[in-house]
């Protein structure tokens, strides 16, 4: 099947299958988030990228498998509901960036920087800081080589702008900033964006908007 990342709360996971990776998206309720479950293909270690809410779905999308990790992307409590009990449960480890890491339910096992590296397997994920959603939100982009560019953004790029910043000027001028210049100067066009809610969408269809987007402050 192909996958689309159209998901909805109380419906399965969509399933994409990487030469070296397979991502589960998820939905999770009541507000709607986005959890992934990421597993290396060669090892069948696995990664999920915020434990949002609903711990029994997330664990019953994890099963029996290994899960040696567990990234909040930034401290808004709506990222981490079913956190402490998937980490009691499974034993994963957490990780955050440590400017948001404090405001999380349960200690941080090792706090990320950007350009740090974290595994999964045999595959890594580059962690990008993005600042101005909060001071601590991470990407984790995984590069499968060539134009094979994936981005979990968390709550700081969507279709259609940027995360929210409060309408402070301050804030949404250093996140658009780090988006532009961390993301969009870098990664080519093909590079699939996994948000924290929501549908996916692309670099290409998102890059004639970013004038726009400055243009407006939001």
Not at 70 to 83: E, M, P, R, Y
Not at 102 to 123: C, Q, S
Not at 171 to 185: C, M, N
């Amino acid at each position: 099947m192909t996958y689309t990342g159209d998901v909805q709360v109380g419906g399965p996971a969509d399933v994409r299958e990487l030469p070296r990776l397979t991502i589960n998206k998820l939905a999770v309720g009541p507000y709607d988030n986005n959890a992934y479950l990421l597993h290396c293909v060669e090892t069948g270690d696995g990664l999920l990228i915020d434990a949002a809410a609903d711990a029994d779905r997330l664990l019953a999308l994890v099963a029996d498998r290994p899960l040696s990790s567990i990234v909040t992307t930034h401290q808004h409590g709506d990222h981490w509901q079913a956190l402490e009990q998937v980490v009691k449960v499974t034993g994963a480890q957490a990780l955050a960036h440590p400017l948001d890491a404090p405001a999380l339910p349960v200690p941080v096992d090792r706090t990320v920087e950007h350009g740090d590296r974290i595994a999964v397997g045999t595959v890594t994920l580059e962690v990008i800081h993005l600042r101005g959603h909060t001071p601590g939100s991470i990407a984790l982009l995984y590069d499968g080589g060539g134009a094979e560019q994936h981005l979990f953004t968390g709550d700081s790029l969507f279709p259609g702008g940027v995360g929210n910043t409060r309408k402070d000027p301050e804030r949404f001028t250093q996140l658009y900033t780090d988006v532009v210049e961390r993301i969009f100067d870098r990664l080519p066009d093909e590079t699939w964006v996994y948000p924290g809610h929501g549908k996916d969408t692309t670099l290409r269809a998102e890059r004639p908007y970013l004038g726009e987007w400055r243009a407006r402050g939001w």
